[in-house]
């Protein structure tokens, strides 16, 4: 696949959603909890308290809906303030009762309506990526769908970040990268392929630290696995002692592009 046709793939209207991964991940467990304590909730966001086996972790996610009337209500996925508050409100809530927080990854950008900046979108991320890289308890971010500019990192400031085979992270949309560089955003395809937004490009570039194999919705054994393999990551991120887990999410971040020479990047 090049890299545009993974951009469709990740855009997919029959992809699995959080909501999908979360029912198939932990059943009957999950908890839904709502709202920022601020203004509202916002349904984009999905979050709560959910049992990994036998381990609570605290689960996040960016909803995009299934059918039209669901993605009318959780606006396509894409968030206002108000719903990385609430992201953000229940990690300091998990960190408090020393909680692992897993975060998916799925949407287009945060909202960038008028309402939405009127309300603080940029200082909302921002705080989002401040309190993650501090927060004292084992984060893990998988994209599984699309993974868009900052409203995408507003989730992925992690221990360790995963991505789907299929699905992407980039700073902004083949097309709106076309738009700025070539003035015309038929050139999608050559901007998708330019950004190395593909899972195969970033874990070659040491942004991503794995990459998991596309589940079919009917494929338990697989996410069993996937369930397996995020307990395993957060029980050898619970060993580390609160300072060597931050120093070490910390020096993840400031490694990245430190050697980016030795990288040919065609």
């Given at each position: 696949?090049?890299?545009?046709?993974?951009?469709?793939?990740?855009?997919?209207?029959?992809?699995?959603?959080?909501?999908?991964?979360i029912?198939?991940?932990?059943?009957?467990s999950?908890?839904e909890?709502?709202?920022?304590?601020?203004?509202?909730?916002d349904?984009?966001v999905?979050?709560?308290?959910a049992?990994?086996f036998d381990?609570?972790?605290?689960?996040?996610?960016?909803?995009k809906?299934?059918?039209?009337k669901?993605?009318?209500?959780?606006?396509?996925?894409?968030a206002?303030?108000?719903?990385?508050?609430?992201?953000?409100?229940?990690?300091?809530?998990?960190?408090?009762?020393?909680?692992p927080?897993?975060c998916?990854?799925?949407?287009?950008?945060?909202f960038c309506?008028?309402?939405?900046?009127?309300?603080g979108?940029?200082?909302?991320?921002?705080?989002?990526?401040?309190?993650?890289?501090?927060?004292?308890t084992?984060i893990?971010?998988?994209?599984?769908?699309?993974?868009?500019s900052?409203?995408?990192?507003?989730?992925?400031?992690a221990?360790?970040?995963?991505?789907?085979?299929?699905?992407?992270?980039?700073?902004?949309?083949?097309?709106?990268?076309?738009s700025i560089?070539?003035?015309?955003?038929?050139?999608?395809?050559?901007?998708?392929?330019?950004l190395?937004?593909?899972?195969?490009?970033?874990f070659k570039?040491?942004?991503?630290?794995?990459?998991?194999?596309?589940?079919?919705?009917?494929d338990?054994?697989?996410?069993?696995?996937?369930?397996?393999?995020?307990?395993?990551?957060?029980?050898?991120?619970?060993?580390l002692?609160?300072e060597e887990?931050?120093?070490?999410r910390?020096?993840?971040?400031?490694?990245?592009?430190?050697?980016i020479s030795?990288?040919?990047?065609?």
């Open positions: 696949m090049t890299a545009f046709e993974k951009v469709c793939a990740a855009r997919d209207a029959n992809r699995l959603t959080s909501v999908d991964y029912t198939r991940l932990f059943g009957d999950f908890i909890l709502h709202g920022d304590r601020r203004f509202g909730d349904k984009a999905i979050g709560g308290i049992k990994l381990t609570p972790v605290t689960v996040i996610g960016l909803e809906g299934r059918n039209t669901e993605r009318m209500e959780r606006n396509f996925g894409s206002h303030p108000e719903g990385y508050r609430k992201a953000l409100r229940l990690m300091k809530q998990a960190e408090k009762f020393h909680r927080v897993l998916l990854v799925d949407t287009s950008g945060a309506g008028i309402g939405a900046e009127e309300r979108q940029g200082l909302a991320i921002a705080e989002n990526l401040m309190e993650m890289m501090t927060l004292k084992p893990l971010s998988i994209l599984i769908g699309e993974g868009g900052g409203g995408a990192l507003g989730l992925a400031v221990d360790e970040v995963w991505m789907l085979e299929n699905s992407v992270y980039s700073v902004i949309s083949p097309e709106g990268c076309a560089l070539w003035k015309d955003n038929t050139k999608a395809a050559e901007a998708a392929n330019c190395k937004l593909t899972s195969q490009d970033l570039l040491g942004v991503i630290e794995r990459i998991v194999r596309e589940p079919k919705a009917d338990q054994k697989m996410f069993e696995s996937l369930k397996l393999l995020i307990a395993r990551t957060f029980e050898k991120n619970s060993a002692s609160e887990l931050t120093e070490a910390y020096n993840r971040f400031r490694k990245m592009g430190s050697d030795s990288i040919k990047l065609d």
